[in-house]
């Protein structure tokens, strides 16, 4: 069956601009986390959709948004960008909330680069 | 405030001899402990877990112990091969949320 599909895969945007990434999770998973990685940092949890509803969120500042369609599939926003944004931004689909068994599906990522 | 910490940014292991890769955690909450593996310009893709009430988990060539009382978790590849340089993320989770290090880069040497 697809993986977890992202779009776009690479994309770079100037300071103070907004970016909106997609994710498709596998087909019939419900949950989609969202994770930021930067050299150093390891993968840094933004926040978890459970059917349409917002179920965890990590400690990133207000301009990071999500949301997630019936369909399952999920959008984040990031507004005003600054440099510090730049990073690989990670989707990952479980069957369950945040399954507790940690057990997650990762798409490829989408590479942003703000200037 | 990093919760899960792996404290060796890389690691290089020649082939056939066995890879240890270490993990602490601060959080005594943590019930599940994960590995994750990552190759360059793919998503992290799982490997191997296990729950706090074991202390060893094994996997074909991988295991993973937990030592609780120190907080402590390591990943053990024997052998090495070559196809197992990657970046290894320990994870760990509880109340639903999963709490990632920074990752260890294998290099295994021919």
């Known amino acids: 069956k697809a993986g977890v599909t992202q779009t776009p895969r690479y994309l770079i945007k100037t300071r103070g601009q907004q970016v909106t990434l997609s994710c498709s999770p596998i087909?019939?998973?419900?949950?989609v986390s969202w994770y930021q990685q930067t050299p150093g940092q390891g993968l840094q949890f933004l926040f978890e959709?459970?059917?349409?509803?917002?179920?965890n969120k990590g400690n990133f500042p207000g301009r990071f948004s999500g949301r997630q369609f019936s369909n399952s599939r999920s959008e984040m926003n990031v507004s005003t960008l600054e440099l510090g944004d730049s990073a690989l931004y990670l989707c990952?689909?479980?069957?369950?909330?945040?399954?507790?068994?940690?057990?997650?599906?990762f798409g490829e990522g989408s590479r942003l680069t703000v200037l | 405030d990093q919760q899960v910490k792996q404290n060796s940014p890389s690691l290089s292991v020649q082939e056939g001899r066995i890879s240890i890769l270490n993990c602490d955690y601060t959080?005594?909450?943590?019930?599940?402990f994960l590995w994750y593996k990552k190759y360059p310009a793919e998503g992290p893709t799982f490997l191997i877990s296990?729950?706090?009430?074991?202390d060893k988990n094994e996997d074909g060539r991988f295991t993973v112990f937990l030592n609780k009382s120190a907080k402590h978790l390591s990943l053990h590849i024997v052998p090495s091969q070559p196809g197992d340089s990657a970046v290894y993320f320990c994870?760990?989770?509880?109340?639903?949320?999963?709490?990632f290090g920074a990752g260890t880069t294998v290099t295994v040497r021919a």
């Open positions: 990952a689909s479980s069957l369950a909330i945040l399954a507790n068994t940690g057990e997650l599906f």
């Open positions: 087909s019939g998973h419900r949950s």
């Open positions: 959709y459970f059917s349409e509803t917002q179920r």
């Open positions: 959080n005594s909450m943590f019930d599940y």
């Open positions: 296990i729950s706090s009430i074991k």
């Open positions: 994870a760990a989770s509880n109340d639903y949320k999963l709490s």
